[in-house]
Structures are given as C-alpha cells and as structure tokens.
C-alpha cells in the first residue's frame, strides 16, 4: 500500500531543497535567457535582427533544449539516492516508516516540480514577453513546446534516479550520467544515420522512424517539429515519417514510458 | 516469554564468503537496557542493520514486537522504533528545527513536540541555526532527538557517546534513565566499555559474526573467571613469592615498573593473601586488582 503523506514528505523536501539554493532561478533564468536571445537574435546570422516567426524560434530552441534539459536533469538527479547512501543518511531514512517506492517517488516527484517549475517559468517568462507578437494558435504551439520539455526533463530525471540507484558512489554515477547524455543526444542519432547511410537506405528505411522511439530526446524533437507544418517540410523528415506515428497523443504516451520504464527497474534495482 | 520485544533465532548474514553474522540467537526483554559489545568487525552494526529491517538475512528470522523484520506489517512496528546510527549524517542545509520536522512527518509523529524534544537535548537555542554550523557533539544531540520521535518504545543507538564530552553524556544517561523509568526497551553499542559496564542489564560480547557472551557484568565476570593481579611493593624478591605461594594454582610472576604482579585465579586469592602476609618488612604495599569490564572483555574476544 502506498502512503501518499510519506512521498508528499520526501518531494516536499527535495523541492524546497532547490528552491533554498537558488537552482531553481538559476535555471529559470537559464531558460529566459535563452529562449529571449534565440528569438530576438536567432536570425542575426541572416542579417536580420529581431523577432521572426514563433515557428522558427521553437524550432531553433528545439535543438537548443534537446543538449540542455537532459544535461541539466540528468544533474539533478544523478546523486538522489546514491548521495544520500554516500552521505550516510539512507539508513537512516530506510529505518523510518517508509517504502523504498514511496522514498524513489518522492525524489523523483520532488525533483520533477522543481525542474517544470523553472522550465515553466523561464520558458513562461521569455513566452510574455513575446506575448504581443504571438497569436493564438503561436501561443497554443508555444505552450506544447514548453509542456513537452517539461516531460523531456522528466524522462532524463527518471534515468538520473535510475542511475543513482545503481551507482556504488557518487563520482561513479556522475560518470554514467554524462555517458547517458552523450549517448542520447550526441551518438544515438549518428548511430541511426549511420545505419541508415551504410546500407544504402535500402534497409531500415521504414524502420528508422520507429528507432526514433528508442530515445527520448528524439521524440521531443519529433514532437515539436511535427506539428509546426513550416519547419517540417524544411526539416526534410515530412517523407519518411509515418503519419500514424506523428501523433502528439501517442508520442506523449510514449514520453510517459520514459518516464515509468527506468523508475520501475531502480525500483526493482533498490529493493535487492 | 511473552516480555520479550525481539527475538532472534539462528540470525545468519553472509556477505560472499565473509560469515559477518553466523547462527546468532538474541532475546531482548521489554524495558532492559542492552548493551553489545565487540571489535570493528565483529558483526554489532551488521546485527544492528537486520534487526532495524535495513538488510535482510541470508538465514534465521527475526521479529520485533511479534512481527517479521521482512514481513509488510514491520512499517507499522518501524513507527515506535528510535534509531542513532553510528556514523550519523543529517542534512546541512536544514536547521535543527526542520530536521525535526522532516523526521516527524515521516514517523507520522505531532510535529509540535519537536521544540521539547530540541530542549530536551540541549539544542533550544540553536533550534533555528543551519545543522552545517554545529559541532559535532551537536549533531549528535540533535541526532539523538531524532531518535526520540514519535515516542519510542524500542530505541536502537549506535556509538550514542560518540563525540559527546563527559558533561554531555552524563546528560545523556539521565535521559535513559527517564526513558527507562517509561518502559522503553533500548540497545546500544559502545567502545566506552566503562560507560556501559555501570549502566546496562545486561550484555551480549560478539566476536567473529557469534555472541560468545550473554548476561549481566556480573555474569560474565564470573563465567570468564579472569585470573586477578596482585601488585607487590617493596624489597621481596619473585622467587621468594613464588616458594611461598608453592602449591597454589598461580598462573605468573613477573615484575613490571619496579613491582611484582602475580597473577592467579580468583578462588586462591584467600589463600594467597593470607601466605603474603607472612612476608613482613619485604612487602611495603599490596594492591589486588578485580578483572575490569575491558579484561572480561578482552578475555572473552581473544
């Protein structure tokens, strides 16, 4: 039986923690920041300055946030549970009238607000201040950019905490944390194109998009490109990637498979 | 026996071939104040980790007011259950008061009693102060409060004196007193033999993953039967003690600082006093020394 007062104990501790060290604003800022530079400057190397089209700045902030948000989440997280156990105070802990799933779920909880909180209002912030050259459906587009890098940062954080639950120590999980990020966001695509180049693209041409699936960074991008009908064209993927497939419901759901996959194998992983 | 809050049979822990546990049986009666004892290694923190339900055993069973340190139902028993771990470590960035706060919300404990809890202790005035700025013997206080929410009636410390001064652990025991004037059943482990040697029931030495020893002091004193010395001062010589006491089960003479130390058990001490007397001028001092708590300890762990 799950005790949802114990989780609520655990999240509410590690959200206040990031609140009382500032990580939250710093990375708030972070994402201000950014997004007012990409939109305002992204064109300079055109010879343009100034705010273009919502479409080309979400497009431009995609592979911006794709290297950021893992790298950052996979920070957070890295040390949750291997930290404490480093520190000496996961005894401790475990001696309380507490679940090793309540304790996982609150980290991963806790962690999750504090880093939706500063996407949200970094990317939120930047969105205001634009707000006067948006329309509606610029706005809609905008939200679902902001909403899906909430999610991309929570299937990061789910393998940061799966890392830190295998990892004997700290400086041994911080070390699977950067070779995840190179892995997903760095290797994973040369690997596919690779692939894909190598033979010619004469295989794996229909299964390539479902490859795609395998890395949660990659549906982020699939998402948010997918449904701007400007830049999908310009991206070249509009061909080969299956209509069934761009679907924003399905491709969230399988977001929400990042998530739970590695929160139930540090589970499984944390009670042996 | 229906007194007994936990009971322990053929408890076994193996870490690949390393016995840290082997086969230990372990009754702790409501109410007593037990302490263990043993070498770094010996198996008390790995014995202490089972019966919290940290670690689970590779043999035996375990339970702790009836019910299975592995069973579902041990969440609830865990809510009445204190634990000072040895190598305590608290989060720096809360002050005392919040770490109270944590900790009592997770017991499902009132968090109102926490500021008593602090005075108790002797924290009240760094009640709002970071955990980074105290002192060691601090945390261990605040530590120690920790352990009393949610008011326990089994309470586990680990090392409790570890860095406390003489003053701060004199408070301490007071405290136990009190807590055992309620009722509650506590375990602690300590390397201070001379603190645990006055003021526990009873005892449990281990060595080598086994208890080789269980009962009061007085218990095991006897059990252990420690050879006692006999200090001589003065100008007799060990071969004139050693005719003298001819015939009697004497187990060493040497001289040490000037002085002769005879050792021999204690059923000849009577005996052995009464032959010295005769000496005379030759002996100007005569000192008989009682196996202590260490020697026991010592004896029983070689």
Known sequence: MIELAQIGTIAGKEFRDRIRNRWVLAVAVVFAAFALVIAYFGAAQQGAVGFRSIEITIASLVSLVIYLIPLIALILGFDAIVGERERGSLDLLLTMPITR??????????????????TV???????????NQLDLYALLNYSGFILSSVLLGMTFLSLAVMISVFATDRAGASGLAIALWFFFVLVFDLLLLGALVATGGHYGGAIFPYLLLLNPADVFRVLNIFNLDDVRTLYGMATVFPEELANPWLLGGIMLLWIATPLSIALWRFKR | MANTIIEGRNITRHFGAIHAVDGVDLDIQTGELFGLIGHNGAGKSTLFKMMLGLLPLTGGEIRVQGESVSGN??????????????????????TGLETLHFFARLKGADVQPCAAKLERVGLADAANRRVREYSKGMRQRLGFAQALLGEPKLLFLDEPTNGLDPEAIREFFAILRDL?????????????LADIQERVDRLAIMKNGKIQSCGSVQALRETVN???????????????????????PVVSIETRLGRLWVKLPREAKMQALARLMTIGNGMQDLHVREPSLEDVFFGLSE
């Open chain 1, 121 to 131: 209002a970094g990317f939120g912030l930047a969105g205001i201040a634009m707000a």
């Open chain 2, 180 to 192: 055992q004037a309620q009722g509650v059943t506590m375990i602690l482990t300590s390397h201070i």
């Open chain 1, 101 to 118: 799933l309540e304790l996982i779920l609150g980290k991963y909880l806790g962690l999750s607000a504090a880093l939706a909180l500063s």
């Open chain 2, 226 to 248: 420690l050879p006692l010395i006999m200090e001589i001062g003065g100008t007799v010589t060990a071969d004139q003690v050693a005719q003298m006491l001819d015939g009697l």
């Open chain 2, 73 to 94: 139902n041990f969440r609830n028993v865990r809510r009445k259950i204190g634990y000072l771990p040895e190598n305590l470590a608290l989060y720096d960035n809360l």
